[in-house]
């Protein structure tokens, strides 16, 4: 069996087991399963902590695992990110009371906390920066004001809570990081391996893209289908009535309502749109 690891716990635990479902994979009913097989589609899922997932998947132990980027490139695994997902968007930055450091080329000599020390470590190497990384478990925003650090380095979504410890962002940001599917060498060899990315890729664009159905006349097709272009091309079929066709596209999710707008305009009618669960391209 092809074995996946799969967050336990977390912000990323029930997005990765949504997909999986999307995709057509058992996912568990019970929070307290470790391990869950799937005989149907030939896998068997381990339910790990993000952070260990890397480490499972780069000794060979496990084929493939969901987890962070920033986890990935956090430890020292062999794993290597095999496919973006798609979803858990993150940015990790650096952030100081204000006064202590203008730009990250002034973190020379100062204390850094963080629970991501190997990718802050990586990060102040490229730059050429010597400082002293100091290792936290869990939340860091109060290591300054608790004297422990002068900086701190930790995963930013809006800079609310980093505002309500006195601190602001310095600098660009260290990474963006999201939910990404993980390898080790040679298993995209693995017809099982391609099979379920294939699989996770067509949930990918499925989400990306809706179906959208509409009849216009038949003078004005070819101006429509320079609306909806869809993948390949549009369907056309005819109508009984034969002044008028049925077309069918794919369109861009985040442009369905401008699309319908200008289908409208054109004269068509009918127009219609449906949720797409699963494709392959």
């Not at 568990?28 to 790990?48: Q, S, T, Y």
């Not at 020379?108 to 400082?131: F, M, Q």
């Not at 601190?167 to 099979?195: C, F, K, M, W, Y």
């Not at 272009?229 to 309502?257: C, F, Y």
Request: aromatic fraction near 4%; glycine fraction near 10%; include cysteine.
């Amino acid at each position: 069996m092809l074995r996946v690891a799969v967050p336990n716990k977390g912000s990323l635990s029930e997005p990765a087991a949504e997909m999986l479902r999307e995709a057509g994979y058992r996912q568990r009913r019970d929070g307290r399963e470790l391990v869950l097989a799937d005989p149907d589609n030939g896998v068997e899922f381990f339910f790990l902590r993000p952070r260990d997932i890397a480490t499972y998947v780069g000794t060979g132990t496990l084929e493939l695992g969901i987890t962070g980027r920033d986890l990935l490139l956090d430890g020292d695994s062999q794993a290597t990110e095999v496919l973006r997902l798609g979803f858990g968007d993150s940015t990790f930055r650096y952030a100081a009371v204000p006064g202590t450091a203008d730009a990250i080329d002034d973190f020379a000599g100062k204390r850094i906390a963080t629970s991501y020390g190997g990718l802050v470590r990586t990060d102040l190497e490229a730059r050429g920066i010597e400082a002293e990384v100091i290792h936290l478990d869990g939340a860091v925003e109060t290591a300054v004001r608790l004297g422990v650090a002068d900086i701190i380095a930790d995963v930013v979504s809006t800079g609310t809570t980093l505002r309500q410890a006195g601190l602001e962002i310095v600098g660009e940001p260290i990474l963006h990081s999201e939910a990404v599917l993980v390898g080790r060498n040679g298993t995209g060899e693995d017809p099982r391996v391609e099979q379920l990315t294939r699989r996770l890729t067509g949930v990918i664009i499925a989400r990306q893209y809706v179906m959208i159905d509409y009849d216009c006349r038949v003078e004005t097709l070819e101006a429509a289908c320079a609306i909806t272009p869809g993948i390949e091309s549009p369907t056309v079929s005819p109508l009984h009535d034969k002044d008028w066709v049925a077309v069918r596209a794919m369109v861009e999710q985040q442009r369905t309502n401008q699309v319908m707008d200008e289908l409208w305009h054109l004269g068509a009618r009918g127009i219609l749109v449906t949720d797409i669960l699963a494709c392959r391209l």
